[in-house]
């Protein structure tokens, strides 16, 4: 106990960067007294004005903030008003947005909810890939980290998979991450594993390590080196599987796999898994709770943490996220209460 406490009070003041699809998140809500004589839709009447609150990747980052740590974004909006609005909230929660690039051709990603009593009536997204300005603001974000690596004391990739994150400015960070000494760790997308050979950390649900293991195969000559035959994992032991052939396959320092109700599990390299049981006592809504290993994982490892320690911590963090209704910055009071 004594051990984590010493651990979580290094977490003020430690520089992270937070590399990432920066999306903005929308929330209207509600009542449904009737159906509609158009469709058979529910009518939701809507009460008072939509919130924002910075999601995505500025999730991440303001996740990082609520810790003490200090944060600097990297990412793109569209010029447009939800631009604005979401750099407005992000500068509100004190992260530093001038690794943030306007992209012209495309619009900021915005995701809006649409909540009538405590439940989601519907999620509309608006995204728009441009490829077209992905070469530009890839030299954007080269001269950005170049000039500042050094004021890090690690890097986080958050890959949303909504084209910010591509194979050669993952490369560059490795790179670069390598080259400097730092933390790097990654909450992955799916079509992009093979991007992130040789970093510290992966931190994929099972959902995404199943996934992963079925895109290797079909995409990666190289898969026959993975050594699986199944991309179910059904029980723990194909976890412990699973997870063992995709850190050596990768080359991976670690890796941590969330498995929600069951916890999570830990790999090492040249260690054995160690299954890390979850700590939360009920589960009602697990929206933000990647975000929050991700984040807490990090910040624990820059503070002096081992792997096995930064994933307990990380835990502890998740289950209060967990046990609350919508995405939840779990500040250093409450992670010490509950690890108490």
């Given at each position: ?13 430690k520089k992270i960067l937070v590399i990432g699809d920066v999306i903005l998140d929308q929330h209207i809500c509600g009542t449904v007294l009737r159906i509609s004589p158009e469709a058979p839709v529910p009518v939701v ?103 500042n690596i050094n004021s890090f004391d690690a890097i986080i990739i958050s890959d949303y998979g909504k084209g910010l994150i591509t194979k ?173």
């Amino acid at each position: 106990m004594v051990r984590y406490q010493n651990l979580i009070s290094k977490f003020k003041n430690k520089k992270i960067l937070v590399i990432g699809d920066v999306i903005l998140d929308q929330h209207i809500c509600g009542t449904v007294l009737r159906i509609s004589p158009e469709a058979p839709v529910p009518v939701v009447l809507q009460k008072g004005d939509p919130s924002f609150a910075p999601g995505g990747a500025a999730n991440v980052a303001n996740n990082l903030r609520s810790l003490g740590a200090r944060v600097s974004m990297v990412g793109r909006i569209g010029r447009d008003v939800e631009g604005k609005i979401l750099l407005e909230e992000v500068r509100k929660r004190g992260v530093a947005t001038n690794g943030i690039f306007v992209d012209s051709k495309s619009p900021t990603i915005v995701k809006t909810r649409i909540v009538a009593q405590h439940q989601q009536v519907l999620r509309l997204d608006r995204e728009e890939n441009g490829q077209e300005e992905n070469a530009r603001l890839f030299k954007k974000i080269k001269g950005f980290l170049s000039k500042n690596i050094n004021s890090f004391d690690a890097i986080i990739i958050s890959d949303y998979g909504k084209g910010l994150i591509t194979k050669d400015l993952v490369e560059f960070i490795c790179t670069s991450a390598l080259d400097n000494n730092k933390v790097l760790t990654v909450d992955p997308k799916v079509e992009h594993f093979a991007y992130y050979r040789g970093v510290t950390a992966i931190t994929p649900n099972k959902n995404e390590a199943e996934n992963a293991i079925r895109n290797i195969k079909i995409t990666q000559t190289d898969s026959r080196k993975l050594g699986l035959t199944s991309d179910r994992l059904k029980t723990y032991k194909d976890v412990e599987k699973a997870g063992r052939q995709l850190l050596k396959f990768m080359g991976l320092e670690s890796l941590l796999i969330t498995l929600g109700e069951e916890g999570m599990c830990l790999f090492e390299k040249g260690k054995k898994a160690v299954h890390i049981h979850t700590k939360a006592r009920d589960i009602f809504d697990v929206t933000g709770a990647g975000d929050t290993v991700i984040s807490v994982f990090t910040l624990a490892l820059t503070a002096g943490a081992t792997k096995f320690q930064a994933a307990d911590i990380a835990n502890h963090a998740a289950g209060i996220v967990v046990s609350r209704m919508g995405p939840v910055a779990v500040t250093q009071k409450e992670l010490l209460t509950v690890i108490k």
